[in-house]
């Protein structure tokens, strides 16, 4: 099992906390999808680059974010 982490789109209101704190620098906003919030969800660019440290679960203010390690 690799590491892996997901965004729970319905919940996530694009809010960039998550963006600001990844140290890789994998997360960005979604700017193609808009969930029926209106809001532009937040999305992971690869995942194979994520060390699973769980700062952007951390930092969610609307708990969307699960991280699971290996």
């Given at each position: 099992?690799?590491?892996?982490?997901?965004?729970?789109?319905?919940?996530?209101?694009?809010?960039?906390?998550?963006?600001?704190?990844?140290?890789?620098?994998?997360?960005?906003?979604a700017?193609?999808?808009?969930?029926?919030?209106?809001?532009?969800?937040?999305?992971?660019?690869?995942?194979?680059?994520?060390?699973?440290?769980?700062m952007?679960?951390?930092?969610?203010?609307?708990?969307?974010?699960?991280?699971?390690?290996?």
């Amino acid at each position: 099992m690799a590491n892996k982490m997901t965004i729970k789109e319905e919940i996530c209101k694009g809010c960039g906390l998550c963006i600001e704190v990844c140290p890789k620098k994998i997360i960005a906003i979604a700017l193609g999808r808009i969930n029926s919030k209106g809001y532009k969800p937040s999305a992971i660019t690869d995942i194979n680059q994520c060390i699973a440290c769980g700062m952007c679960a951390i930092m969610c203010p609307d708990s969307a974010i699960k991280v699971e390690k290996e």
